[in-house]
């Protein structure tokens, strides 16, 4: 269960809701906040940093949040989650409810609540100008590379296409570099969303969208498959602000506003030059105004890298020692261990811990990032500290024993301090790689430094301004840390 | 065994040891007393660090009995460390290669044992170490750690760590083989001191002159039994046996 408010620490999340929590059982529900779950990475018009106050979300989705949170006499809180993770992630308990452009498709409709639709959208096919007469259709596709975002209905409906008609069809992780890939002539279509390729449209240029649409969707809300009580309630609140006309201010202020078949397409064109506007910003300005949530972010991060590398110092000191002094059975078992963690990706790990476990225990996700990323590291660490302590001379030992030292003196008192300077070099490198990898985390919910550079980076529209801030922040951590090491190594190389 | 009149500090008989099929001691009877220097010779590989690291409890034996200060060792595995402490008390080594702890300070190297065995309180055991270093010539290096001291250096420094336990017998293992000529000799009145003071000294060495010069036995060792042995001068001016001619023979053809 997450309560990571965006850009906040876990534990001050946890903080915050355990002060939330205070009210007697029967306000409870009344007074919880309403948890809602979107990917500020996925950018505008769903859900984006605000430009002019990082630490908020904006978009039609936080909007309708907003309307589904007063309707329900609750205050709305927003929970920052990886956009392919968020039926997981409110199965699991981290939220009430998803919204952040989320297809109504058959097998999502099998797994969870959803509510009803509230905006309908096309599937478009996007290509260069010089093919807007060429590639009209998918048929039209034949042996061409069509990209689009993975894990959505656009996905599935070119997987469907392969076989028909012969597409070659290229997943991507966002829904940008498919666009900026199709200018740059490395495919030759991409099949998105109307609304998300029309904001590309505006925001980089540089191709076309078809008319005709190769297919139409809906977005929907997602709850956990056994919250149908507040999915009826939330059905009923957007069906009265579909007739009061609510929705349809928050979508005419979007720009995505739609009356469904016919009319639809009219009414964007009108809208489309109001829009542009939106959300050019000064670089200058900007970057000033995301610094704060960067430092937070990078505070998170640096949290996160200590005390996962606490974790796995220690694990690793105590795997090291069983590897060297336990029986046969305790070096069988932690050879296993260090096996099976080095020989899996760090990222699979994390997905096993988080949503893995999460029938067993439900870890918050900065807890369940550390003990992930610790245990990880522990497994590199004690084959460290495992190759130090083999390296100390045996006849250091035996002088020690000749001298009376117990066995445990002997690790304690001459043969661990002369391993640790031998481990002190690849130790070294192993926490600048654990500051780096610690980005993988924002998989299970948690936002970190590089996270938050690309919720930064998505919102203005480029990776110039956050990547060289993002890296100066890295390296503003790691190479203290570089110099700190050579200094410690050059006084003990010395002795 | 000729009779000694004081006590006998440590006592072999019968020692075998292997390793693996191979009989490395074949049945060695040693007698070390208080106040005597015995030089352990023969050629490298006749077993004189098997004998060594055998009394230590380094290393295993398969027969025989070693017995120091009425401490007595068993034929089989090495006993736990825990069972080994009351020898660990009476016998000092000192290593051919010194094996300081590379990582302390000459003081710390000296003072670790007392203060953590012993639980010697840090002053006390500063104290000891401090008047052991004087006696042997290195107080000045009390602060240099193992790599920038000489050979020389390194070695009174593992005496001294050695004999801060204050052991009955003294083990050490080719103590001249990286001293020039004018350090042997004061090495060789340092350990005439130390048996002096009382203390039995079992060297293993092939080195003819020094134990002529400071031992005042020699037992030769060859193929893992004792072949010869007695006051060292008569024994090193009449070798009766070819091993023992065979250790003085690098000398006489000599340039």
Same mark, same amino acid.
């Given at each position: ?111 969870? $609540? ?23 259709? =998918? ?27 012969? %597409? %070659? ?38 191709? %076309? ?52 078949? @016919? ?44 005390? $996962?590398?606490?974790?796995?110092? *220690? ?45 067993? %225990? ?36 035996? @002088? ?21 300077? =031998?481990? =002190? ?13 610690? $980005? ?17 980076? *998505? ?37 | ?27 060695? #009877? ?77 003081? #710390? ?67 001249? +083989? ?13 350990? +005439? ?19 002529? #010069? ?42």
């Amino acid at each position: 269960m997450t309560k990571t408010l965006l850009f906040c620490a876990a534990p001050l999340g946890a903080l915050l809701l355990l002060g939330a929590c205070r009210a007697s059982p029967g306000e409870r529900a009344a007074k919880l906040p309403l948890r809602w779950g979107g990917d500020a990475e996925g950018g505008a018009p769903f859900v984006e940093a605000d430009p002019n106050d990082p630490s908020h979300v904006r978009g039609f989705d936080v909007e309708i949040a907003d309307l589904i949170a007063q309707g329900l006499g609750r205050r709305p809180q927003f929970v920052q989650v990886a956009w392919a993770s968020i039926a997981q992630s409110v199965e699991r308990g981290d939220f009430d409810v998803g919204l952040s452009g989320i297809e109504d498709r058959p097998e999502l409709r099998e797994r969870e $609540s959803l509510t009803m639709p509230y905006l309908e959208f096309r599937e478009v096919l996007a290509v260069r100008p010089v093919d807007r007469d060429r590639f009209r259709t =998918l048929a039209d596709l034949a042996g061409r590379r069509v990209a689009t975002l993975g894990s959505t209905g656009a996905y599935q409906i070119l997987l469907d296409e392969q076989t028909r008609a012969k %597409v %070659v069809p290229v997943s991507y992780d966002d829904d940008v570099h498919p666009y900026t890939d199709l200018v740059a002539g490395r495919v030759d279509a991409v099949l998105l969303d109307h609304i998300i390729a029309e904001r590309r449209l505006r925001v980089l240029g540089g191709f %076309v969208i078809q008319p005709e649409p190769v297919a139409t969707g809906h977005y929907v809300g997602v709850l956990a498959r056994g919250n149908v009580a507040l999915r009826d309630s939330v059905n009923a609140i957007l069906r009265e602000r579909m007739r009061d006309g609510s929705l349809e201010k928050i979508f005419r202020s979007w720009d995505v506003w739609d009356d469904a078949q @016919a009319t639809y397409f009219a009414r964007v064109l009108a809208d489309t030059s109001v829009a542009a506007a939106r959300n050019v910003s000064n670089g200058a300005t900007s970057a000033l105004a995301y610094l704060p949530s960067l430092l937070r972010a990078a505070g998170i991060t640096l949290a996160l890298s200590v005390l $996962s590398m606490v974790l796995a110092v *220690t694990f690793g000191t105590a795997v090291a020692a069983g590897r060297v002094y336990g029986s046969a059975f305790v070096r069988g078992l932690l050879t296993v261990y260090v096996e099976v963690v080095r020989g899996t990706p760090v990222l699979l790990q994390l997905f096993v811990i988080y949503y893995g476990l999460s029938g067993v %225990v439900r870890l918050p996700a900065f807890l369940a990032a550390v003990i992930g990323l610790g245990l990880n590291y522990a497994a590199y660490e004690s084959e460290i500290y495992r190759a130090a302590l083999e390296a100390i001379p045996r006849s250091q030992l035996e @002088a020690a024993r000749t001298l009376g030292f117990s066995e445990g003196q002997i690790l304690r008192l001459v043969r661990g301090p002369q391993a640790l300077r =031998l481990a =002190l070099a690849p130790m070294t490198n192993d926490f600048v790689a654990l500051l780096k990898d610690s $980005s993988l985390v924002s998989v299970i919910t948690v936002v970190e430094l590089t996270k938050q550079t690309a919720i930064y980076a *998505t919102n203005i529209g480029s990776w110039v301004v956050p990547g060289i801030l993002c890296a100066l922040v890295y390296l503003s951590l790691s190479l203290p840390l570089s110099r700190f090491a050579r200094r410690l190594e050059r006084k003990w190389n010395l002795t | 065994m000729e009779p000694h009149v004081t006590a006998q500090t440590l006592t072999v008989r019968g020692l075998r040891a292997t390793r693996g099929s191979v009989g490395v001691l074949r049945g060695v #009877d040693l007698d070390v007393a208080s106040g005597e220097i015995c030089a352990l010779m023969g050629v490298s590989g006749a077993g004189k660090s098997t004998v060594l690291r055998a009394i230590a409890a380094l290393q295993p034996f398969s027969e025989g009995s070693i017995v120091v200060d009425g401490f007595a060792l068993q034929p089989g595995p090495v006993p736990a460390e825990s069972r080994l402490r009351p020898l660990r008390g009476k016998v000092g080594f000192v290593f051919q290669a010194h094996s300081l702890f590379e990582h302390l300070t000459v003081m #710390d190297n000296v003072t670790l044992a007392p203060i953590h065995v012993q639980r010697w309180t840090r002053e006390r055991a500063r104290g000891v170490a401090t008047s052991l270093l004087e006696t042997l010539g290195v107080a000045a290096r009390a602060a240099a750690y193992p790599r920038q001291l000489s050979g020389g250096e390194a070695q009174r420094v593992a005496i001294a760590r050695a004999l801060a336990l204050d052991p009955h017998l003294l083990l050490m293992d080719e103590p001249t +083989s990286a001293l020039d000529p004018a350090r042997r000799g004061a090495l060789g009145e340092t350990l +005439s001191a130390l048996a002096q003071q009382g203390r039995g000294l079992l060297i293993a060495t092939h080195d003819v002159d020094f134990a002529q #010069d400071h031992a005042d036995r020699v037992a030769v060792l060859a193929d893992g039994v004792l072949v010869e042995h007695g006051p060292a001068r008569e024994v090193l001016a009449n070798p009766a046996h070819a091993a023992t001619r065979a250790l003085l023979q690098p000398i006489d053809s000599s340039p």
